[in-house]
């Protein structure tokens, strides 16, 4: 079963404009989240994470937002830039528990 | 190089043979994984190994899969008598701890075909 979900799988936005990802989980053990970004024939790589003890954390242009009670976190990438587009990954895990579950991803097209 | 190298980068096998992928993992990282991705999924876990512990192969999706880490460093995973269904890219990642609390170094991944 898909413990974490990404819908709205493709995502286009204008250059300088907000692009903003949506990944829910139904797993409530979750307590730690990752963003992870690929780019054709690459391998992930990681971009921003958060603790379920806090509620935002913000890396540059990146903020990732995390609603517990919603089980649902949110990636908002401001300004966005062409070299953003790529697939986003969203990313779960609890403690003790040494497996990241993925979603699906959210392909994002920023156009120049 | 200083990543997580993978090979072959991309393999084509007929139904019924054996396949092994290669991950030669960042120096010095004690953990390391194998994920797969089948087209329009997501990441799937298949296997963590950790230092000197037992691995955990609660990913493994049959017994055709196994995986080994020899010396703590270079791992080989292995899928005897491949099926069509086991076309995906297979990535490898290291981390120098236990996700969860560090992020974790992707390879470039493997690409299998199974005819």
């Known amino acids: 079963d898909q413990q974490v979900k990404q819908n709205s799988p493709s995502l286009s936005v204008q250059e300088g404009r907000i692009s903003i990802l949506n990944c829910d989980y139904t797993n409530s053990m979750f307590d730690y989240f990752l963003w992870y970004k690929k780019y054709p024939a690459e391998g992930p790589t990681f971009l921003i994470s958060?603790?379920?003890?806090?509620d935002k954390n913000e890396d540059g242009r990146f903020t990732v937002f995390l609603n517990k009670s919603a089980k649902h976190l949110s990636l908002h990438i401001v300004p966005s830039q062409p070299g953003d587009s790529a697939v986003y990954f969203c990313a779960a895990s609890e403690s003790g528990n040494n497996r990241l579950a993925f979603g699906k991803g959210n392909q994002v097209v920023v156009i120049p | 190089g200083a990543g997580v190298s993978q090979s072959p980068s991309n393999k084509v096998t007929e139904k019924g043979k054996d396949v092994e992928l290669r991950c030669d993992p960042i120096?010095?990282?004690?953990?390391l994984y194998w994920y797969r991705q089948s087209l329009g999924q997501g990441l799937e876990f298949l296997i963590y190994f950790q230092g000197n512990s037992a691995p955990d192969k609660s990913g493994l999706p049959s017994d055709r899969f196994s995986a080994e880490r020899t010396g703590g460093s270079v791992s080989t995973l292995t899928i005897q008598r491949t099926q069509q269904e086991d076309s995906a890219v297979y990535l490898c990642a290291s981390s120098s701890q236990g996700q969860g609390t560090g992020e974790l170094f992707f390879g470039e991944g493997s690409r299998l075909t199974v005819l």
């Open positions: 120096s010095g990282h004690t953990a």
């Open positions: 958060i603790s379920s003890i806090k």
